[in-house]
Nanobody, 126 residues
Framework: QVQLQESGGGSVQAGGSLRLSCVSPYTIDSYCMGWFRQTPGREREGVAT???????????YYADSVKGRFTISRDNAKNTLYLQMNSLKPEDTAMYYC?????????????????WGQGTQVTVSS
């Protein structure tokens, strides 16, 4: 069982920044971690993912809507995944989830990820 705990959500004005964190002790050699988001009435969507470990380690993937504004990163010593979100827009408002895929081959497809956190709310006001 993979335990994921997100934090860092909150309320900001448009143009502001937030940094989300996800702690996971998952330690197989190579896997993929990422961030997804969902608003009421809409399907969950991929935001950013990152390959971790010996295979593809460090490769990142972003949704077009966040490229240039969001940055995914990981602190291996702290087993923590981050999502730095800059230039936030009201349309970024959503519940953000951390997820793990037990494979180093990353994607933004929700169906590829089998482990999920409980989510952290991000609200951006205009």
């Amino acid at each position: 069982q993979v335990q994921l705990q997100e934090s860092g959500g909150g309320s900001v004005q448009a143009g502001g920044s937030l940094r989300l964190s996800c702690v996971s002790p998952y330690t197989i050699d190579s896997y993929c971690m990422g961030w997804f988001r969902q608003t009421p009435g809409r399907e969950r969507e991929g935001v950013a993912t990152m390959a971790v470990g010996l295979v593809g380690g460090g490769s990142t993937y972003y949704a077009d809507s966040v490229k240039g504004r969001f940055t995914i990163s990981r602190d291996n010593a702290k087993n923590t995944l981050y999502l730095q979100m800059n230039s936030l827009k009201p349309e970024d408002t959503a519940m953000y989830y951390c997820a793990v895929r037990r494979s180093p081959w990353c994607s933004l497809r929700i169906s590829d990820f089998g482990y999920w956190g409980q989510g952290t709310q991000v609200t951006v006001s205009s």
